[in-house]
């Protein structure tokens, strides 16, 4: 046998050892993504009722913001009519107060007159006495 023929056959053994190191790494990836599907798979099946709760909780969520945005646009249509009323009472009352204040005083003013000069009227005739 020559160098020729021995350095083929070397290279064929070592071609040869070298597939089969390949085909074994390769069959350790092949177990291993077979397990990993597997992973995958469980995982999917635990988590497909989680997604489906969270998707329900929140168009639960969705339809209590709803009602919430609802409710602040009622209370805000209360709060406008609430200070257009508020308005309308205090114009009023101030309309009121100009328009009878001066009429109030000038009868308290006589009331007060008049008590005044009873007193005075009576304490004189008690002196005359």
Avoid: Q, Y
């Avoid at 023929?5 to 390769?26: D, H, N, Q, Y």
């Avoid at 990836?29 to 597997?38: M, N, P, T």
């Avoid at 992973?39 to 168009?59: G, I, M, N, Q």
């Amino acid at each position: 046998m020559t160098a020729g023929e021995l350095a083929v056959v070397l290279a064929a053994v070592l071609c040869c050892l070298g597939f089969a190191a390949l085909v074994v790494v390769l069959v350790r990836v092949l177990d291993a993504l077979r397990s990993l599907r597997g992973e995958v798979e469980s995982l999917r099946s635990e988590t497909r009722p989680l997604l489906a709760e969270l998707r329900s909780s929140t168009d639960d969520a969705k339809a209590a913001v709803e009602a919430a945005r609802d409710d602040l646009e009622r209370f805000d249509r209360v709060l406008g009519s609430a200070e257009a009323i508020s308005g309308a009472v205090a114009g009023g009352s101030r309309v009121a107060r100009a328009a009878l204040s001066a009429p109030v005083i000038k009868t308290v003013a006589l009331g007060t007159g008049t008590t005044r000069a009873v007193r005075r009227f009576r304490r004189g005739n008690k002196r005359s006495a």
